[in-house]
């Protein structure tokens, strides 16, 4: 019965950070986060996943990029991978960072999964005003349009030549 107890607590305190993160209210996700380290129980692949996206979407990219890297050294692979990089893309499209914006949008179509067009657009306005990015530009919309005709035609909304 302890043991059941235990596994319980360990389920509800990852729960609460993810359920915390989901407000978007990262001081809440931040106190549920301590409290599942304070009760000694280990942290879920989805916890580690909760505080990127809480990061991500608060725009605060130091510490998203503090738990993409811990998520990684805990041997965990984000979940919800096709709502959780796009909004990793946007964080770094919003904080100015083309590279890392246009990594990610290229490890999001290499994984088969349809960007938003608002990210998409994003990035490639980004490139655009950034010194020399004008070719980094073309080679991503180029990407995008080969993406979206050869894979997800039924569901292109992406942005056309």
């Given at each position: 019965?302890?043991?059941?107890?235990?596994?319980?607590?360990?389920?509800?305190?990852?729960?609460?950070?993810?359920?915390?993160?989901?407000?978007?209210?990262?001081?809440?996700?931040?106190?549920?986060?301590?409290?599942?380290?304070?009760?000694?129980c280990p942290m879920h692949s989805m916890s580690y996943s909760a505080?990127?996206?809480?990061?991500?979407?608060?725009?605060?990219?130091?510490?998203?990029?503090?738990?993409?890297?811990?998520?990684r050294a805990a041997g965990f692979s984000l979940e919800d991978t096709?709502?959780?990089?796009?909004?990793?893309?946007?964080?770094?499209?919003?904080?100015?960072?083309?590279?890392?914006?246009?990594?990610?949008?290229?490890?999001?179509?290499?994984?088969?999964?349809?960007?938003?067009?608002?990210?998409?657009?994003?990035?490639?306005?980004?490139?655009?005003?950034?010194?020399?990015?004008?070719?980094?530009?073309?080679?991503?919309?180029?990407?995008?349009?080969?993406?979206?005709?050869?894979?997800?035609?039924?569901?292109?909304?992406?942005?056309?030549?």
């Amino acid at each position: 019965l302890h043991g059941t107890t235990v596994l319980k607590r360990e389920q509800c305190l990852n729960t609460l950070v993810v359920d915390r993160s989901r407000t978007d209210n990262v001081a809440e996700t931040e106190q549920a986060l301590h409290a599942l380290h304070a009760s000694g129980c280990p942290m879920h692949s989805m916890s580690y996943s909760a505080m990127v996206a809480v990061y991500a979407r608060a725009g605060q990219v130091e510490l998203m990029e503090h738990w993409l890297l811990a998520t990684r050294a805990a041997g965990f692979s984000l979940e919800d991978t096709n709502t959780l990089l796009p909004q990793i893309i946007t964080a770094y499209a919003r904080g100015g960072n083309a590279t890392e914006a246009e990594r990610w949008l290229n490890v999001m179509l290499a994984s088969q999964i349809p960007p938003p067009r608002a990210t998409s657009d994003a990035v490639l306005t980004l490139l655009r005003a950034t010194p020399g990015g004008g070719d980094r530009a073309h080679h991503l919309q180029r990407s995008l349009a080969e993406f979206w005709s050869t894979q997800h035609s039924d569901q292109w909304v992406g942005t056309q030549l």
